[in-house]
């Protein structure tokens, strides 16, 4: 798995960042040949705009860290629409969000969506995807045209499309193009966005799909039967005229891999989200249960106590962990009962859903496979492996994601003397000592150098010290010594 991050320190406070895994988003080939390169120039361009606004505007683009410039209000611009009109907020960074309310129709042939009203004729476009701030990415994905038509002659005018299929529920209009097909991405620019827009409906609400892919429906079954009691829509694949009464188009995001309290009605959590994927993925385990039971119809008797269960994610290729065999081994020294996960992209979530959520430690070196810290449950250590270079990009994109969750977050910054990258290059070549300057030069060094081509060697006598703490802490736990969360 390669795995590719990019981000732009624009100014204080105020960070873009890329997440991309060219390889495991290349799903299918449409997606592959759609996608573009980044283009540095649009990027330059939309750097300036943004730093302007910021200077310009400084009330409308806060400063006060950048999860203010990517959040929005809980009673957003378009919290409260009237019927027959269209209202869209775009205030938010991560993605724009239309809402719809009155006589609804879809016309896919068209990639638009015609409101009927007597109120004013109003046009607006949206990319129903979380990644707006990312002009390359944008540029693939499908625009809807949302249209509100007044009537031509008289009030009851017929000129309109009828109706296909009425639906007595709202809908939520979405993509899953983009960087679909890489978990990171899955979840947090797909399944958390959804979770956040449309939780509120208590499953009553229909979604509809831009760029379906059926093996995305399957993957995630298991979820989407939790958050929608309906079959959901192909947008494009289904010709026929769905009517609604209420739409919206575009999915809210909070932050990284998380769900902000403060902005959901009913203050839901990361956690809540997390009981949907508890709930989606127990009958699926219960079956598997059953079935080894039958297999082994000698039950095992449980000897003792059982041994706190750690899990290694694993790579090989790019940060690889040249000397796992040996972590394994020390791993089960101090205790642990150790499992080595190699989760590809065709792996059931609920197998690896099953052994993360039994399990008391997580490791893993940086990189997208370690978005199944999701899986762990609350309370339960996580360790992450950080190569040279990749600091900022492991503690924003799931270091503190996972102390959201109530995760105990362990970030290993390896030392010099424990990446690939020591044998190739001299002991005082900035590569080694000063990441950062050379993660300054452009993502595409950052990419090059460290995400590519480093793997680890773990100095085990200084990684032995975070586990024994993990085994401590986890033991005191199960005697209730310490509280979990
Ligand atoms: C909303 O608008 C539609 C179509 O214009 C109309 O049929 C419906 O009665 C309206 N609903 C309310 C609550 O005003
Ligand atoms: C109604 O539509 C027709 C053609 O679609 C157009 O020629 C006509 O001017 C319209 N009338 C009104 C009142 O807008
Ligand atoms: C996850 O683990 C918790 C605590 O051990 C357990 O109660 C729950 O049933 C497990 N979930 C599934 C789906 O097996
Ligand atoms: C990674 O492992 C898979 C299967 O275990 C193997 O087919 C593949 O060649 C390996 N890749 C590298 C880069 O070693």
């Known amino acids: 798995m390669v795995h590719y991050q990019r981000y732009i320190q624009l100014k204080k406070g105020v960070t873009i960042t890329t997440y991309v895994d060219e390889e495991d988003a290349c799903v299918n080939m449409s997606a592959c040949n759609k996608r573009s390169k980044p283009k540095l120039l649009i990027f330059l361009l939309f750097c300036t705009l943004l730093s302007s606004c910021l200077i310009l505007a400084p009330h409308l683009c806060s400063t006060n860290g950048e999860d203010d410039n990517i959040k929005r209000s809980k009673t957003s611009a378009c919290s409260s629409v009237s019927n027959g009109t269209i209202c869209c907020d775009r205030s938010s960074i991560r993605s724009d969000v239309c809402v719809m309310k009155g006589d609804i129709r879809t016309q896919s042939s068209s990639f638009s969506v015609f409101l009927y009203t007597s109120k004013k004729h109003q046009q607006e476009k949206i990319k129903p995807y979380t990644r707006k701030w990312e002009p390359s990415t944008m540029a693939t994905i499908d625009e809807l045209t949302l249209i509100a038509k007044t009537p031509n002659g008289s009030i009851t005018d017929s000129n309109r499309p009828k109706c296909d299929v009425e639906h007595d529920v709202p809908a939520v209009f979405f993509s899953t193009g983009g960087y679909t097909g890489n978990v990171y991405h899955e979840f947090n620019d797909g399944l958390i966005p959804l979770y956040i827009t449309s939780q509120k409906y208590n499953k009553k609400v229909v979604f509809v799909i831009l760029e379906y892919h059926d093996w995305w429906i399957t993957k995630y079954a298991n979820i989407l039967t939790h958050l929608s009691d309906f079959e959901p829509i192909d947008f494009s694949g289904d010709r026929r005229t769905h009517c609604f009464k209420e739409s919206i188009f575009g999915l809210k995001i909070h932050d990284e891999l998380t769900v902000d309290s403060s902005l959901m009605e009913g203050s839901k959590t990361i956690k809540d989200f997390r009981d949907i994927l508890d709930k989606g993925y127990r009958p699926r385990i219960q079956g598997l249960i059953l079935e080894e039971q039958r297999e082994n119809s000698a039950i095992k008797a449980v000897v003792g106590v059982e041994k706190p ?143 590519d081509r480093q793997k680890v060697r773990l100095n085990l006598r200084r990684f032995r010290k975070r586990l024994v703490r993990s085994y401590i802490y986890t033991m005191a736990k199960r005697n209730g010594i310490v509280r979990s969360q």
């Open 309 to 451: 269960k750690l899990v290694i994610i694993s790579r090989n290729g790019s940060r690889a962990i040249l000397n796992e065999e040996l972590l394994v081994k020390m791993a089960s020294k101090i205790g642990f009962s150790v499992t080595v996960l190699k989760p590809q992209r065709t792996s059931e979530l609920a197998k690896i859903y099953r052994e993360l959520n039994s399990s008391d430690v997580m490791i893993g070196v940086h990189g997208a496979a370690m978005t199944h810290f999701l899986f762990m449950k609350p309370g339960s250590v996580f360790i992450q492996v950080v190569p040279l270079g990749t600091n900022w990009a492991a503690e924003t994109y799931y270091g503190e994601p996972a102390k959201k969750l109530g995760l105990r977050y362990v970030g290993y910054e390896i030392l010099p003397r424990e990446s690939s990258l020591y044998d190739e290059y001299d002991s005082s070549d900035p590569v080694l000592t000063d990441p950062n300057s050379v993660n300054d030069r452009g993502w595409e060094f950052t990419k090059r150098i460290y995400l």
